[in-house]
């Protein structure tokens, strides 16, 4: 079992178009997901929800992100301290940004907290001992206010299904976080074929799909009959070490901008129910709120989230 543990496990395979040390704009994803206008009419913009962003690091100095980081720690040998969490690759501070960067440009929930959580090296590799002990620890979190994980994003991936992995992950669900995570970059374009890898097929999980700024599905965009929903992860602008933004494409670009959705949702529903939602009904209010781009269930899942829809009358 341990031997199967140290596995390798990396990062979903994304391309980088640009890099920029200027940026003032709102990302197109983020416009699509309609969150300026939740910013605007209601006030809401993720605040008290922490998200864990399981991942390469986050640039904990990037002006956009630093007041939003809550804690962090680092399960890789890299940076030689549990306390060091700095991003070597630029992944997971990308993927922050479009959760909760609050300066030049905006994540869909730009107040709502990060939890660090590094388990891949600058190669964005690791294995699956530092997943599943980086999933436990964002489970079992406390802040100093009694905060807690209620969101976990991780946009990696491997070919072996290993029991730990899934094990953990429903540890999580069970205490009520939602598993956010990548379908994958390995789609030919074809929604006949299927492509699989793991967490992914983890039925417990809230696999994400990618679309272009035209809602058009990405031909690298994984099909499989566990796609749950689709965001926007073609040419997306977010932060980026070290100070600077990028634009980077992959279905890893597409799941955070589902992070950020539920953690807007998660405080729409509590508010409406006047109680805490659970783990299925977080994922139910999020399908509710989809609508479809014309594709196949196996390709687009339930479709791109539009929080509008939150307000619309049954």
């Not at 909760?100 to 994540?107: P, Q, V």
């Not at 979190?141 to 429903?170: C, F, H, T, Y």
């Not at 929903?229 to 070490?241: D, E, F, I, M, Q």
Request: proline content about 4%; hydrophobic content about 35%.
């Amino acid at each position: 079992m341990k031997e199967n543990l140290e596995n390798l496990i990396k990062l979903i395979p994304f391309e980088v178009k640009e890099i920029t040390t200027k940026s003032t704009e709102i990302p197109y994803g983020i416009s699509m997901s309609q969150a300026p206008e939740i910013w605007e009419a209601e006030g809401e913009t993720g605040k008290g929800v922490v998200v864990a962003v399981i991942d390469t690091g986050i640039d904990s100095r990037h002006p956009d992100l630093k007041n939003n980081i809550i804690g962090g720690r680092n399960f890789t040998p890299e940076g030689w301290s549990q306390t060091n969490y700095e991003d070597l690759n630029g992944h997971g501070t990308h993927v922050a940004g479009t959760i909760a960067a609050n300066g030049k440009i905006k994540g869909v929930a730009p107040d709502a907290k990060i939890l660090a959580l590094k388990v891949l090296n600058r190669h964005g590799s690791g294995n699956y001992y530092a997943i599943i002990e980086g999933i436990r620890y964002a489970t079992n979190w406390k802040g100093a206010n009694g905060e807690r994980v209620r969101i976990i994003n991780m946009s990696l991936g491997g070919s072996i299904d290993e029991p730990k992995l899934k094990e953990a992950i429903l540890e999580a669900c069970s205490r009520g976080i939602v598993v956010v995570v990548a379908s994958g970059n390995e789609g030919d374009n074809n929604e006949k074929t299927y492509e699989f890898g793991y967490p992914a097929l983890y039925n417990e999980c809230i696999t994400v799909a990618a679309c272009n700024a035209e809602k058009q599905i990405a031909p690298f965009s994984n099909n499989s009959l566990e796609v749950d929903v689709t965001a926007a992860g073609v040419n997306v602008l977010s932060t980026y070490p070290i100070q600077k933004y990028a634009t980077l494409s992959g279905t890893s670009m597409a799941t955070p901008h589902i992070s950020g959705v539920l953690a807007l949702l998660i405080n729409l529903g509590e508010k409406k129910f006047k109680r805490e939602m659970t783990e299925s009904e977080i994922f139910s209010l999020l399908t509710q709120v989809c609508c479809s781009l014309g594709y196949e269930a196996s390709t687009e899942g339930h479709g791109m989230p539009t929080l509008l829809k939150f307000f619309e009358e049954c």
